[in-house]
């Protein structure tokens, strides 16, 4: 019998000895490398022989130093592709080459260095050969010509190797030895000119790794400078240090080893020096030094300059914070051609991407504005046949109904002169010449009307009796009234119908779901599309389409998906069109003159509608279209216009329709060819700039509102790149469904921030959307396998954290203005003339200095994204009422709103252990960067609250009259 093995092998390794297990679990993923202290290793295959052709491909080579190396029988060269991952994560493979001469990348790499080496021996005059004469060479060469051993040291190995890999001796023939002592000499000359060169080069530090100080003088350089360099990993161990080896918890070797990134980062801070020193003394200084060591310092300190102003302003209390925010990309699309389309429209050749979101709908569960579709439902009975028929009804003839519950409410009827018994009416007379019908509908309404069942109004005429529920909703029985008559089956009728509302049946929201589709259209009433862009190409003298609204269904040209706005920008002009009634054939504009988006800067850009219950009007709505640029936290250039528009009753915008808009609408950045048929919306408009699809930019926090944008909202998000705030969170931020208006919310917001940049091998890509109602953006054609995000550096405005702390961020403070314009972006300025500073306004410096670092600073700073600003807060902490209460409910009712973003639990010990490795590493640069006359507090770790969780006082004001 033959024993076989099915699967996958790496790193056999056999040792005359026990080990202990500590060892074998240290070398476990790592490469072993046998001496002679240790001569218990007896055999080691490695398997690193390369895929492939070539002459000896299927040995395995012993790295023992034993030479026992053997060959595979029975061999496929399929066997070294196992499709799996390589076990011994923490191999260095540049230490582990194999080199067999005919393998196809070890001549190319010979040929290579060889031609590298010969150009560079063409122009060397002091090349060692040439140094000596030639005839020393001949009287050393017994049978070899000395040309022709020049030559064959010129030549690749695999020319004159006899291609035996594995025979134990050497494939190369040796030269003489004369020729070996001069390369020997050679090789030391090398070394001495490159330690020259790195002496001559030593005073002068640069990030490139060439012309430069070499690492070993990075300290010595630092001396010179007066610059202490941070001794960032004095707690790794050798391997980590020196290696790169058990970096991180999947044990795999990293790309640069501790030493390494130090000498870096001490390359960095050594190379911008020169302008530390020039801010030395600022707060700017300091965090150039994290800055240089890749932290951004405003993400998880507080600098802390204590003093400020004797008022404290809520509306100051906000800071500049300077980030990486990613773009997704779409600039590798410009000058490509598209020479094929999908059935939708879309380009089919590769690296011309689109990303398209989810459809903006769900279902309606919130009450409020825009009110949702509310009618009764309504059913006919009819007694009898004919109006003149009688003996219709007898004694205890009855009729059930069943609502919405299944409960069956059932009504008996008696005739005239006979007891009722309770809450039973009586019928005066049996004939439909009578009227029965009235009769009958006045007995049916007292006696619903006093049940648990179904509440409904009756109306008779003749022998027919219209029944409609009370309250507005969908069909209340769900199925057609029935009757058990003593005598003949007389009455007939059908089930509700008709009835619109919201529907709690098989649902647990607190007001049920709307049962029009129409109601849950996230753009019915008011709403609000914004992004970030940029063109770092500027503009290319191609209009682009920054955004399009398009809808689907089963007409053309929604068939292939029909555009009813579209964003279009120009060097000197943003541009909306829209086209929203399928019974209009008029294309709307709506356009801002001197704004170039293509600037080369980031621009906020936003539209939407301001639907008429936002306007206090009927029939009317208004659309608006606004852009702005901020430097610093101040708005350099903004621009806005709105327009009245005609609210058509057949909007797409406000209107389900299986011809077209079936499902809702979504959002559209990317190329396209938008696809005619019919005669309607933007695909078959007149003006043609109103059909640009392409777009070359860049794009960022893409973000849709279900709810108008007002000025301050929308200059603050502007300001802020990081906001998505509104004024009142407790109603139009997401996760509040039970409170009047909350239809009105933040439903889309991708982060600038999110983990994924890469697209997968079909060049796809998802933008993540983080308010967790799933809208997610769809990238696809992007280049396949590669980061799709561009990093660009922004500075911005956010609110603060420590808004309830006096400390200041600018002691050069401006108090007056010539341009009025100046003011709204300042606290405590005037306009001039201004000779003195009122007495509340005085600010009080002092010169200490601190750097904060908070466990709550992140879980803070995310918090007041959803604020637009303070006033929120200021209402739940400052109502008067609030010095009778125990605590804040306000506040309370916020946590409740926001802790639903919070998924994982916060990892406290990580923040601690990051706090720990800051404060050893970086106390002494910081300290030299500061003024003597500065009271540096050191590097603070501060245990505290979250800004929504605030303890309070309670006063006993009902004890003061029992002293």
Not at 711 to 727: Q, T
Not at 852 to 862: A, P, R
Not at 902 to 917: A, C, N, T
Request: negative net charge; proline residues 3%.
């Amino acid at each position: 019998s033959r024993t076989t093995f099915s699967g996958s092998i790496d790193d056999l390794r056999y040792f005359h000895s026990v080990d202990p297990i500590k060892t074998i679990k240290k070398r476990k993923f790592r490469s072993f490398y046998p001496s002679s202290e240790d001569p218990t290793l007896k055999l080691y295959y490695r398997f690193n022989e390369p895929y492939g052709s070539y002459t000896g491909n299927n040995i395995v080579l012993d790295s023992s130093g034993n030479s026992l190396h053997e060959r595979i029988v029975n061999f496929e060269v399929s066997n070294r592709l196992t499709g799996s991952d390589n076990p011994v994560l923490s191999e260095n493979v540049e230490r582990n080459p194999v080199l067999f001469p005919t393998f196809d990348p070890v001549k190319a790499l010979n040929t290579r260095l060889l031609s590298s080496a010969s150009l560079y021996d063409s122009f060397n005059p002091n090349i060692i050969t040439k140094l000596v004469p030639e005839h020393y060479f001949q009287e050393g060469t017994d049978f070899r010509e000395f040309n022709e051993e020049l030559d064959r040291l010129g030549q690749g190995f695999h020319t004159f190797s006899n291609n035996t890999p594995g025979s134990k001796r050497s494939e190369l023939l040796s030269p003489q030895i004369l020729i070996k002592l001069l390369l020997t000499y050679a090789k030391f000359f090398d070394e001495l000119k490159l330690m020259i060169d790195g002496i001559t080069s030593s005073r002068h530090t640069v990030y490139e790794d060439f012309d430069t100080t070499p690492d070993v003088f990075l300290q010595e350089r630092a001396k010179d400078l007066n610059v202490p360099l941070p001794q960032l990993f004095s707690s790794g161990d050798v391997a980590q240090y020196l290696i790169g080896l058990d970096l991180g918890a999947g044990k795999a070797k990293a790309a640069k080893s501790l030493n390494e990134i130090q000498n870096l980062i001490w390359r960095r801070i050594l190379s911008e020096a020169p302008k530390m020193k020039l801010h030395k003394g600022t707060v700017h200084s300091v965090k150039s030094v994290f800055r240089q060591t890749g932290i951004e310092p405003d993400n998880i300190f507080t600098f802390r300059e204590y003093g400020g102003s004797k008022e404290k302003s809520l509306d100051a209390s906000r800071e500049i914070k300077r980030d990486v925010f990613r773009f997704l990309s779409f600039t590798a699309s410009f000058g490509k051609e598209t020479t094929t389309v999908g059935a939708q429209g879309y380009p089919t050749d590769s690296e011309i991407p689109k990303i398209k979101s989810e459809f903006l709908s769900g279902s309606r569960i919130q009450i409020g504005r825009p009110e949702i579709t509310r009618t009764k439902a309504s059913t006919t009975i009819t007694i009898g046949k004919t109006a003149t028929e009688t003996g219709l009804l007898a004694a205890n003839d009855t009729l059930s109904i069943t609502d919405a519950t299944g409960t069956a409410t059932t009504f008996t009827f008696k005739n005239a002169g006979t007891s009722a018994g309770s809450g039973l009416a009586i019928m005066a007379t049996n004939t439909v010449a009578n009227a029965p019908g009235s009769e009958i509908a006045t007995a049916i309404e007292s006696i619903v009307n006093s049940t648990s069942g179904i509440q409904v109004t009756a109306a008779a005429s003749s022998n027919a009796v219209v029944l409609t529920q009370d309250n507005f909703g969908p069909a209340g029985n769900q199925s057609a009234p029935t009757e058990s008559s003593a005598g003949a089956n007389n009455i007939t009728g059908s089930a509700f119908t008709g009835g619109a509302g919201f529907e709690k049946r098989n649902n647990s929201f607190v007001h049920g779901i709307s049962s029009t589709p129409s109601d849950g259209l996230l753009t019915s009433g008011s709403f609000t599309y914004e992004a970030f862009y940029d063109w770092e190409q500027g503009y290319k003298g191609v209009k682009e389409s920054l955004v399009r609204l398009q809808v689907t269904g089963s007409s053309a040209p929604s068939s292939t998906e029909a555009c009813i706005a579209n964003l279009v920008a120009a060097n000197d002009k943003l541009t909306l069109y829209l086209h929203e009634s399928p019974s209009k054939n008029d294309t709307t504009e709506l356009f801002l003159t001197g704004v170039n988006v293509f600037d080369k800067n980031v621009w906020y850009v936003s539209f939407g509608r301001k639907a008429g219950h936002d306007l206090n009007t009927q029939g009317t709505s208004s659309f608006f279209l606004r852009a702005a640029k901020q430097l610093n936290g101040d708005i350099v250039e903004q621009y806005a216009t709105s327009s009245i528009s005609m609210d058509y009753t057949d909007s797409l915008f406000s209107n389900v329709s299986a011809t077209d808009n079936i499902s809702g609408s979504f959002l559209v950045v990317g190329s396209q060819s938008l696809q005619t048929g019919g005669s309607k919306y933007l695909n078959n408009s007149s003006v043609s700039d109103a059909k640009i699809t392409n777009f070359h930019g860049l794009i960022t926090n893409a973000r849709f509102f279900s709810k108008n944008t007002n000025r301050k909202e929308y200059l603050n998000r502007a300001r802020n790149y990081d906001s998505y705030g509104v004024d009142n969170p407790l109603v139009n931020y997401s996760f509040s469904d039970a409170t009047t208006g909350s239809f009105e919310r933040l439903v889309m917001y991708t982060d600038a921030k999110q983990n994924t940049q890469t697209s997968d091998a079909s060049g796809n890509i998802r933008i993540f959307d983080f308010s967790q109602n799933n809208f997610h953006f769809q990238g696809s054609n992007f280049k396949s396998s590669a980061n799709v995000m561009k990093n660009l550096r922004v500075e911005f405005e956010v609110l603060s954290e420590k808004f309830d702390l006096n400390y200041t961020r600018d002691k050069v403070r401006v108090r007056s203005f010539q341009d009025a314009d100046n003011l709204e972006q300042s606290y405590f300025a005037t306009t001039p003339p201004v000779y003195e500073v009122l007495p509340s306004e005085e600010s009080i410096d002092d010169n200490r200095l601190s750097l904060d670092m908070s466990v709550m600073k992140g879980l803070n700073d995310n918090i007041l994204k959803m604020f637009n600003n303070f006033d929120p807060l200021d209402d739940a902490l400052g109502q008067p009422n609030l010095i009778f209460a125990e605590s804040y409910g306000d506040l309370k009712a916020l946590r409740e709103i926001y802790f639903n973003n919070v998924i994982e639990v916060l990892d406290l010990q990580k923040y601690r252990d990051l706090f720990k490795w800051i404060d050893n590493s970086f106390t002494d640069i910081i300290f030299s960067v500061l003024p003597r006359t500065t009271n540096f507090l050191g590097i603070n770790f501060i245990y505290e609250s979250n800004i929504l969780e605030r303890n309070r006082f309670k006063y006993l004001y009902d004890e003061i009259y029992m002293k």
